[in-house]
């Protein structure tokens, strides 16, 4: 495994990040979580070479808040249905909506299928390789660039999550919870980390990200399991609580994300347009309805006909 090249060595006072720069801990910490990595990971499809880029794009699509369990049925689904990034952009963006079920955040199908017909359009229905490329489609912001970049073709990029963020948090930072939006310090961190050789970088991203989705979790993490737990600096320190912002929590139920999914679901089952009327039985409360109906046409998810009719766009 080759070591990633240093910087000039910084004071302590500099920040995690310069600090690493002079310190081996970033080659400490490589070597144990990829070998625990290599025993331990989890046997998902989006990482078996059959998967291709396109597999990985789609995974990454749609693990975007919503976890593994869920996504598996659909992504598999989704993979039979439009195996190649040209399968999908010949279907209607309401018909990525429809498949799309109920992972939640369904602008994410709509820009799936956006990044499906300029793959198509632009690079002849191959992902592009090129970071720059992947990160001009549409729908793909730097941690999915990122991500497609290192695990399908194992390039040396910082792929930052929640998971690899909470990671660096506590294993570097020494705190219990990353800031609740990424910070220009994580960043610099993730590449202060980041090992030199491709091959071995990609392998610490999947590495660090499993680590913290399965072991160092938000709550109830298993340190125990952890093979870094002797240098973690959160662990060392006590494990102090969190004493920053509020971290934020997720609601659900009566939100307007709620009444959005109710109206989706009529509209996914439909394969005919729907009349208002049938909308209107999903929730009790006509203002929250009609802003989540709103809400829908606004984001381009629904398209409202002539004579009070709604349906999944067909462009």
């Not at 910490?29 to 990482?47: G, K, N, Q, S, Y």
Request: aromatic share 6%; charged share 20%.
């Amino acid at each position: 495994m080759t070591a990633p090249t240093k910087p000039p060595h910084s004071s302590p006072a500099d920040g995690p990040a310069d600090a690493l720069a002079g310190s081996p801990l970033g080659e400490d910490l490589h070597a144990p979580v990829i070998d625990w990595f290599d025993e331990h990971a989890r046997d998902l499809p989006w990482r078996l070479p059959e998967a291709g880029p396109w597999g990985v794009m789609v995974s990454e699509f749609m693990l975007q808040q919503t976890p593994v369990s869920r996504v598996l049925p659909v992504y598999e689904q989704w993979l039979a249905r439009w195996p190649r990034p040209a399968d999908l952009a010949r279907d209607a963006p309401g018909e990525a909506v429809r498949a799309w079920g109920r992972l939640g955040y369904p602008r994410r199908a709509l820009r799936l299928h956006g990044a499906a017909v300029a793959i198509t359009e632009r690079h002849g229905g191959d992902v592009p390789t090129d970071h720059a490329q992947l990160l001009a489609l549409p729908g793909i912001g730097e941690y999915t660039a990122a991500a497609v970049a290192s695990f399908a073709y194992g390039q040396r990029h910082a792929v930052l999550d929640t998971n690899v963020r909470r990671v660096f948090a506590r294993a570097v930072t020494g705190v219990q919870y990353p800031p609740n939006a990424t910070t220009a310090a994580e960043r610099k961190l993730a590449r202060a980390l980041l090992p030199g050789d491709e091959r071995t970088a990609a392998r610490w991203a999947a590495a660090s990200m499993e680590l913290g989705a399965l072991v160092c979790t938000a709550k109830n993490e298993t340190c125990h399991r952890c093979p870094i737990a002797a240098q973690c600096a959160w662990r060392l320190a006590g494990k102090p609580e969190h004493d920053g912002p509020p971290r934020r929590g997720q609601t659900y139920a009566g939100t307007d994300r709620q009444v959005r999914g109710k109206l989706l679901a009529v509209l996914r089952e439909a394969h005919a347009p729907v009349p208002q009327s049938a909308l209107d039985r999903v929730w009790h409360e006509p203002v929250q309805r009609a802003r989540a109906l709103d809400g829908l046409v606004a984001d381009g998810l629904v398209e409202p006909l002539s004579g009070g009719l709604y349906r999944l766009p067909l462009t």
